[in-house]
C-alpha cells in the first residue's frame, strides 16, 4: 500500500484532488464534491486533534474490536455509514475547501509523529500502519467515489 507519509505517494493524492472540479459528479452516495471535500478534510483534522468526534460510549466498546476487520479489508464499502460529525446539508465553497483539504493532506508528509491523535476517538490507539491505512483508503474510496 502507498503512504500518506510518503511526499511522492501524498502528492499523487493532491494531484487527484486537484484532477476535481466543481462539478465533477458522484458515481455513488449523496455527497456533493464540495461536501466530499469538507467530509474528507475534517476526517484528516481528526489526526491533527483539532476535529472532536463525539462517539456513543458502546461504539468506544465496539469499534475498536472492528478495526481490524474493516482496516484489513482491500478498499472501503460504497454507501459506508460515516460519523454525524461529518455529513453536511450545507455546500462549501468549493476551490476553499479543496485548498484546505490539500493543505492539511499535505501535512501527512512530515511522517507519523505530525499525528497529534494517538487515540482515535472511535478505533482507539493507531499505529502509524493504521492511520496510513485509514487516511489511505478514506481518501482513495472518496475520490474513486467522483471518478479519480
Known amino acids: 500500500m502507498k503512504s500518506i507519509f510518503n511526499p511522492t505517494d501524498n502528492q499523487e ?3 487527484r484532488i486537484n484532477s476535481l472540479s466543481s462539478d465533477s ?5 449523496k455527497m456533493s464534491v464540495d461536501q466530499m471535500l469538507k467530509h474528507c478534510n475534517d476526517a484528516v483534522l481528526v489526526a491533527f486533534n483539532e476535529k472532536e468526534l463525539r462517539i456513543p460510549f458502546i461504539w468506544k466498546i465496539l469499534a475498536p474490536m472492528m ?3 474493516i482496516l484489513k479489508k482491500p478498499q472501503f464499502d460504497k454507501n459506508s455509514p460515516t460519523a ?8 462549501f465553497d468549493f476551490e476553499t475547501i479543496k485548498n484546505e483539504l490539500i493543505t492539511n ?4 508528509q512530515a511522517g507519523f509523529d505530525a499525528i497529534s491523535c494517538k487515540k482515535h476517538p472511535f478505533w482507539g490507539y493507531m499505529t502509524a500502519d493504521e492511520w496510513n491505512n485509514l487516511h489511505w483508503k478514506h481518501i482513495d474510496h472518496h475520490l474513486r467515489q467522483f471518478g479519480v
Not at 105 to 108: E, L
Open 13 to 15: 493524492i493532491i494531484s
Open 25 to 29: 459528479q458522484a458515481l455513488w452516495g
Open 67 to 69: 478495526k481490524n476487520m
Open 84 to 91: 454525524k460529525e461529518f455529513k453536511y446539508d450545507t455546500n
Open 105 to 108: 493532506f499535505s501535512r501527512f
